[in-house]
């Protein structure tokens, strides 16, 4: 088990190594960098700049601009040295998870996330802890029930609510319940409300909670969806196995059979998935929810960093979020031989 953990930590290395190289160079071919972006500004053009092909003709904007003044502009935002030594450069700081500062939010990349993260925690842990309270139990109940009325239109229930987008569902959710066209039961944005820091605690608990409730089921009915029929039909497929049949033959109480022995095998296909699960409702966020119902998180901070073209945010959390990736990754394969010690990682390396 040591030895396959340290393969796979060393093997995250060049992992992350070429995440992060293909990344860089696509950005060095993208046009309307902040360089461009500051020499158009000072020249008097809005916009992005058009791409172009030469050197001496990088900045169309910089007509009529001392070249001196372009060339602070280009040490300014570090980009006076070549491409190989601003990456080896970049890369050094990231080990010492120095990311930088943003180009225009003026605050480190890591500052910048941290505000961030109380939006997307509230997104992703609730989303998460909702769609599995209530698709696992729901999908014991349809295995059991396999074929009955009850798995029928529970199916049909979730299946539709799975073909609706989330964002198409937080709209109406807002139109219907938000004060749009019909009833004003819930906020329409925030995560809290103006004057939450006057309330007392129990009553900022539940402002909190209150603004939670229609993004979360926006969020929350297509997971639901798919974790549902995935705990269904591993259940159902257990059920069929010989070792059911053999267990009611013995005359053990179907409870007994479904949680003694069907339980923990039909679990793992599921709780494999829960590292990874977990640690993306930390750090993920929805951009068109955020967009929709007025939450700056990170599914935002991450577009508009794209759109401004500042590289330390997206290239900064991009190593961040990659990290995360690969430990949740080898906690999913780790986590296989905790439900099952049959399976062993040495011997089929």
């Known amino acids: 088990m040591l030895s396959y953990i340290l393969k796979r930590l060393l093997l995250m290395i060049p992992t992350l190594f070429g ?3 293909i990344t860089f160079l696509v950005t060095q071919f993208v ?3 902040p360089v461009e972006q500051m020499v158009n500004q000072l020249s008097g053009k809005g916009g992005v700049a058009e791409a172009s092909s030469g050197s001496e003709s990088l900045y169309r904007g910089q007509q009529g601009l001392d070249p001196e003044i372009i060339a602070k502009i280009r040490s300014q935002y570090g980009f006076d040295k070549p491409a190989y030594e601003r990456f080896v450069i970049m890369m050094g700081n990231y080990l010492r998870f120095d990311f930088g500062d943003s180009y225009f939010h003026h605050k480190s990349v890591m500052e910048l996330v941290v505000d961030k993260l109380p939006v997307s925690i509230s997104l992703g842990i609730w989303t998460f802890l909702i769609t599995y309270l209530v698709s696992i139990p729901l999908g014991i109940k349809k295995a059991i029930r396999d074929g009955s009325r009850f798995d029928a239109w529970t199916s049909t229930l979730i299946l539709i609510g799975y073909a609706i987008p989330g964002f198409v569902l937080g709209i109406t959710l807002l139109v219907l319940l938000g004060g749009g066209s019909f009833w004003d039961l819930f906020p329409l944005r925030g995560l809290v409300s103006d004057n939450w820091d006057q309330l007392p605690w129990w009553s900022q608990v539940t402002d909190y909670l209150w ?8 969020m929350s009915v297509g997971s ?3 974790m549902t029929l995935l705990t269904k039909n591993s259940f159902v497929e257990e059920i069929r196995k010989q070792y059911v049949i053999t267990a009611r033959a013995k005359g ?3 409870n007994a059979v479904m949680y003694r022995h069907v339980f923990r095998n039909a679990m793992i296909p599921l709780v494999t998935g829960f590292p990874a699960a977990f640690v993306g409702a930390f750090f993920t966020g929805s951009l068109l929810i955020e967009q929709i119902f007025s939450l700056d998180g990170l599914g935002l901070l991450a577009y508009e960093s794209v759109l401004q073209r500042d590289y330390p945010v997206v290239l900064g959390t991009l190593y961040m ?4 990736a690969l430990i949740a990754k080898l906690l999913s394969d780790l986590s296989y031989v905790l439900i099952d010690p049959r399976i062993q990682f040495e011997s089929a390396s």
């Open 31 to 33: 046009p309307g960098g």
């Open 321 to 324: 979020f990659s990290i995360l």
């Open 252 to 254: 053990l109480s179907e």
């Open 19 to 21: 995440i992060m190289l």
């Open 224 to 226: 639901l969806a798919v």
């Open 211 to 218: 603004h939670m409730v229609l993004p979360i089921t926006a």
